[in-house]
């Protein structure tokens, strides 16, 4: 049997070296670990105990993972709304001081925390206030960018429910402004590529009880319509205040009925439009999350609709394109602000490892640079290193964060002392040359 790995171990990819601290849980496929690079870094590291070499498909899988996360970060503010790996690699490892005879999978992601998942904040609201209707109705319409984006880059995430949708809290301010963040993507399937595990009963598709669209119950592959379907329960529960399956004992954990339902291939679900809560004028939306409930994938709308309606929405038009039946364009977005900017040109920062985008205040931490320089970013500490903001008409300004960094920030070779306005060609860096990044603009 393949040894599985430990605290203690050590593992080394072509580009970096890890050494595992903490088991933080136990997954059906893959265990994960709080782990450190051989800069000190601290990273969020999985180990696969399915595939094995001894599955068929454990090359495919590694290649099938390469692939999405190249897509999670080909497209600028795709890769702001999701966490995706930084190094995927197979390699064996030292185990108990000695090295294993057969390699394993690995992904390291970002070690993300102290932000809010979507339950918790539906739950518990805002600092224990609850939302107001309109908040909620942000809260929805950031969401739904941020999946219909996932959608555009031919990615199904399969696994939606609140917990793997974080919302990471913009500025301190009364104003409730935030950026969606959808994590646990290693088992997402790509629309137009088979999923190497296809076929395989000892795996099949991952998804959570609770949350399983009829597809997921019934074993078939998930697609766009699934997630859909499984958007809308957790609309549901945002905007209307409970899961529409909910059992006579409240527990949605094992809507007992639906599934039965599902499963015997009857599509009477019973369910009528939800009443939304108070101060959530969307009835347009309300119409669509019915229809995204329909056993039928073909008949459920797109996650791009269901954005499209929310936005109209929350700009006064709740029914401009509620009985829209194909799906809806989206416009460029910037899903950071409870208001949304679409047209002023956009801050565009550009380094040796990627390119970051934004349409509005946002404040840069190491996890943003380490995408936009790589491993420059260790230079930077726990706070912000800076923060970008709209000036006056269409100029950009770069701010010292309100707490000092460990290192400081400098613009074309000088410490950053003030705020600035950013020109095209402004080198952006910690100290004179490290994490080096230039600015331009986009439309």
């Given amino acids: 049997m393949p040894i599985v790995p430990t605290p203690g171990d050590r593992v080394a990819s072509p580009r970096h070296r890890y050494a595992l601290l903490k088991l933080l849980n136990k997954g059906a496929c893959a265990n994960a670990f709080s782990a450190t690079d051989e800069n000190g870094e601290k990273v969020f590291?999985?180990?696969?105990?399915?595939?094995?070499?001894?599955?068929?498909?454990?090359?495919?899988?590694?290649?099938?993972?390469?692939?999405?996360n190249r897509r999670l970060g080909a497209e600028p503010v795709l890769a702001q709304q999701t966490v995706r790996a930084t190094d995927v690699f197979s390699a064996t490892f030292e185990h108990e001081g000695r090295p294993t005879r057969n390699p394993n999978i690995f992904q390291v992601f970002p070690f993300v925390s102290g932000n809010r998942n979507l339950g918790d904040l539906i739950d518990a609201g805002d600092g224990g206030r609850a939302l107001s209707?309109?908040?909620?109705?942000?809260?929805?319409?950031?969401?739904?960018?941020?999946?219909?984006?996932?959608?555009?880059?031919?990615?199904?995430?399969?696994?939606?429910?609140?917990?793997?949708?974080?919302?990471?809290?913009?500025?301190?301010?009364?104003?409730?402004?935030?950026?969606?963040?959808?994590?646990?993507?290693?088992?997402?399937?790509?629309?137009?590529?088979?999923?190497?595990?296809?076929?395989?009963?000892?795996?099949?598709?991952v998804g959570t009880p609770g949350w399983f669209s009829p597809?997921?119950?019934?074993?078939?592959?998930?697609t766009t319509a699934s997630d859909a379907f499984t958007a809308s329960l957790i609309l549901w529960r945002l905007?209307?205040?409970?899961?529409?399956?909910a059992s006579a004992l409240g527990d949605d954990a094992e809507p007992g009925d639906y599934r039965e339902r599902?499963?015997?291939?009857?599509?009477?679900?019973?369910?009528?439009?939800?009443?939304?809560?108070?101060?959530?004028?969307?009835?347009?939306?309300?119409?669509?999350?019915?229809?995204?409930?329909?056993?039928?994938?073909?008949?459920?709308?797109?996650?791009?609709?269901?954005?499209?309606?929310?936005?109209?929405a929350r700009r006064g038009g709740a029914d401009a394109v509620a009985s829209a039946t194909e799906p809806t364009t989206i416009?460029?977005?910037?899903?950071?602000?409870?208001?949304?900017?679409?047209?002023?040109?956009?801050?565009?920062?550009?380094?040796?490892?990627?390119?970051?985008?934004?349409?509005?205040?946002?404040?840069?931490?190491?996890?943003?640079?380490?995408?936009?320089?790589?491993?420059?970013?260790?230079?930077?500490?726990?706070?912000?290193?800076?923060?970008?903001?709209?000036?006056?008409?269409?100029d950009w300004l770069v701010l010292p964060p309100p707490e000092a960094p460990r290192n400081p920030t400098y613009r074309n070779g000088a410490p950053l002392g003030a705020p600035a306005v950013l020109a095209a060609g402004d080198v952006l860096s910690i100290g004179p040359v490290k994490a080096a990044c230039t600015v331009s603009f986009s439309d």
Avoid: C
């Fill in 239 to 245: 905007l209307a205040g409970a899961h529409p399956f």
């Fill in 331 to 394: 416009p460029p977005l910037v899903t950071r602000h409870s208001s949304l900017v679409t047209s002023r040109p956009r801050l565009v920062l550009t380094g040796p490892n990627g390119v970051f985008s934004t349409g509005g205040r946002f404040a840069v931490t190491r996890a943003t640079l380490r995408r936009i320089v790589g491993d420059d970013a260790r230079y930077a500490g726990d706070a912000p290193q800076f923060v970008l903001e709209r000036g006056a008409g269409d």
């Fill in 133 to 205: 209707g309109p908040e909620r109705l942000m809260v929805a319409t950031i969401f739904l960018a941020a999946l219909a984006r996932l959608h555009e880059a031919k990615i199904v995430h399969a696994d939606l429910k609140p917990e793997n949708v974080q919302m990471v809290r913009l500025g301190t301010g009364k104003e409730l402004r935030f950026r969606p963040l959808l994590v646990d993507m290693d088992f997402s399937v790509l629309a137009d590529r088979r999923a190497p595990w296809h076929g395989d009963p000892s795996v099949g598709y």
């Fill in 45 to 68: 590291l999985k180990a696969y105990t399915s595939p094995t070499t001894l599955k068929p498909w454990y090359d495919d899988y590694l290649r099938y993972e390469i692939e999405l």
């Fill in 262 to 312: 599902v499963l015997a291939g009857r599509h009477d679900f019973g369910l009528e439009m939800p009443s939304l809560l108070p101060g959530v004028a969307a009835p347009g939306l309300a119409r669509l999350l019915l229809r995204a409930l329909s056993p039928d994938p073909a008949k459920r709308p797109s996650v791009a609709e269901l954005h499209a309606t929310a936005l109209a």
């Fill in 215 to 222: 597809e997921h119950l019934r074993g078939d592959v998930p």
